[in-house]
């Protein structure tokens, strides 16, 4: 061979070469480089992101929905820290909580929302609310007399993004308070609180605040719709009917404000029931079934179901899990498999229990610890913090479901957390591979296999890039 021959063999080996390493780092960079890789969208029973990768949602409650209207915990701790401590269980979403009330006030006042200050007094009385003011700014300094509400629910959603966590927010309940009882005013739409064009207005308003938020993936339309009081109420309209009714209305409505975001449906019975939608049976009182085309646009890729699972679920407490899981599968986990009509993705949104010593050894949470993560289910515990501001008329009342202590400095049950709680995390945020998927058609996220698939082959493209290398190390030094 030629000398210049060797050398324009060298010359395009080289331009291989480099060509290689390129599409090796883009494949590498490109998708983490782009956290939160939104807009989610569903598939069947899977949430995915854009890159393909199928998500679980994995998280925690973070009210912000009671009296003061303002995201519990921070009396006593900055918002970077408590996210810190999300963070250090390996979630990757909060459930943050908001009251239609406080849209309500927003638009009573000029469409200005009102300052924390003002709502701590409003909500604690002048010297009690000034006295938490304080606490509150002196934890979190980038507060002060002119901060609202809505800008602690901003700076929450913005170091969630810092710390990569993604935002789920929550229409919790009407008028603002401790939730959910038959008897609040605010089960079912037209209850005493429960003005159905306050609440479509209200989340109208979120949907389109949080376009501001990079992490917003989700918006619920409503916690724990329930029967109430009111007997004429319950006869003609606690059903799937109306259900169905002002379910599309709402979806609708955040839709129209914010096409990205998915929207959670919840059942019937406190969230405990969803059955009628997963086995299309006969949306009663009347005929018609659950049809994805009624919500346009956007029924095949945005809905998810979500389920509430405390341990009364269905009947009395039990301490067989099979029996638990028995009950879970025929209250809704059903979508997950090929029995479901409807399938679709499946988020516990609530489910928790009071943290002690004896935590660790409660079979009720083991089984379901075990059991979301078994059927790529998502999740989120009640409740992170350890303490309200003020709850059912008793100040700085404790809360001893709070993953956080009193004052949020640490875990109530540190046996809990490190046996049973951060196992489940790390077993539910485990990539999800096509052996997973027992769930057929309806969606494994094929569409989008060719992104997973350069992703995985990247080992790949390195080896041989490296045999290559090592080729026209061998070849030059022969030379
Ligand atoms: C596939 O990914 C693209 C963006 O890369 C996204 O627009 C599309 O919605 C995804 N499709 C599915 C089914 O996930
Ligand atoms: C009960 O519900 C009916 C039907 O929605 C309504 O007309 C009536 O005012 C309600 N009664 C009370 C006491 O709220
Ligand atoms: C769920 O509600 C339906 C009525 O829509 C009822 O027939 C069924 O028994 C309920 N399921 C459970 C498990 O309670
Ligand atoms: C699911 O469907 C299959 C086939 O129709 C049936 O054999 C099985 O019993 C069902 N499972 C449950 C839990 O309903
Ligand atoms: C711990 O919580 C359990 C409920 O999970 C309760 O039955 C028990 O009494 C509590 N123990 C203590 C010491 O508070
Ligand atoms: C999928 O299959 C696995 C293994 O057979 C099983 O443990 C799991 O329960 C199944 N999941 C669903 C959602 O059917
Ligand atoms: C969970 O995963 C994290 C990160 O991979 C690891 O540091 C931690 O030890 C794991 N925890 C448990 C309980 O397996």
């Given at each position: 061979m030629e000398r210049t021959g060797h050398l324009r063999w060298l010359t395009s080996w080289l331009a291989v070469l480099s060509a290689l390493f390129s599409l090796s780092l883009s494949t590498e960079i490109e998708p983490r480089a782009s956290w939160p890789n939104g807009p989610l969208v569903t598939s069947g029973r899977w949430i995915t992101d854009?890159?393909?990768?199928?998500?679980?949602?994995?998280?925690?409650?973070?009210?912000?929905s009671l009296e003061t209207m303002i995201?519990?915990?921070l009396q006593y701790q900055s918002i970077e820290a408590l996210v810190s401590k999300i963070k250090s269980l390996g979630m990757n979403v909060i459930r943050l909580t908001y009251a239609t009330e406080m849209?309500?006030?927003?638009?009573?006042?000029?469409e200005k929302d009102i300052t924390?200050?003002?709502?701590f007094v409003d909500a604690l009385g002048q010297q009690d609310g000034m006295a938490i003011y304080e606490k509150v700014v002196s934890n979190n300094p980038s507060f002060g007399a002119e901060t609202t509400r809505l800008q602690v629910f901003d700076a929450i959603a913005a170091e969630c993004a810092k710390q990569e966590i993604y935002v789920h927010l929550d229409n919790h309940i009407s008028k603002a308070g401790w939730c959910c009882s038959p008897i609040d005013g605010n089960s079912w739409w037209n209850d005493v609180y429960f003005d159905v064009n306050n609440w479509g207005r209200g989340l109208s308003f979120m949907a389109e605040?949080?376009?501001?938020?990079?992490?917003?993936?989700?918006?619920?339309?409503?916690?724990?719709?329930?029967i109430s009081l009111n007997d004429t109420q319950v006869a003609s309209s606690y059903n799937w009917e109306d259900w169905y009714k002002y379910v599309r209305q709402g979806a609708d409505a955040i839709h129209a404000a914010n096409p990205d975001v998915l929207i959670f449906l919840s059942g019937l019975d406190s969230d405990k029931n969803l059955t009628a939608v997963v086995q299309g049976a006969a949306l009663q009182l009347g005929t018609a079934t659950f049809n994805r085309d009624d919500f346009e646009g956007y029924g095949d890729n945005k809905l998810v179901l979500e389920l509430h699972v405390y341990d009364n679920i269905l009947g009395t407490p039990s301490s067989d899990c099979s029996e638990i899981t028995d009950r879970l599968f025929n209250a809704g986990f059903e979508t997950l498999t090929n029995n479901a009509t409807n399938q679709f993705p499946l988020v516990v949104t609530e489910f928790g229990f009071p943290q002690n010593e004896s935590t660790a050894t409660n079979s009720y949470a083991s089984c379901l610890l075990s059991y979301f993560p078994s059927q790529h289910a998502g999740w989120m515990i009640w409740v992170l913090g350890g303490s309200y501001y003020i709850r059912e008329g008793t100040q700085d009342r404790d809360e001893d479901w709070g993953l956080l202590s009193h004052d949020g400095s640490s875990?109530?049950?540190?046996?809990?957390?490190?046996k049973l709680l951060s196992p489940?995390?790390?077993?539910?945020?485990?990539?999800?591979?096509?052996?997973d998927d027992n769930s057929s058609d309806g969606g494994s996220g094929d569409d989008n296999s060719s992104a997973i698939g350069l992703r995985q082959s990247q080992p790949g493209v390195l080896l041989i890039l490296g045999v290559l290398g090592a080729v026209t190390l061998a070849f030059c030094s022969w030379q």
């Open positions: 854009a890159t393909g990768a199928k998500v679980t949602y994995v998280g925690i409650n973070w009210p912000g995201p519990e915990g849209i309500d006030q927003y638009y009573d006042n000029d924390i200050q003002q709502a605040h949080g376009k501001s938020w990079p992490n917003l993936m989700s918006m619920s339309l409503r916690n724990e719709l329930r875990w109530r049950s540190s046996d809990f957390v490190n489940a995390v790390n077993a539910s945020m485990a990539p999800i591979t096509d052996d």
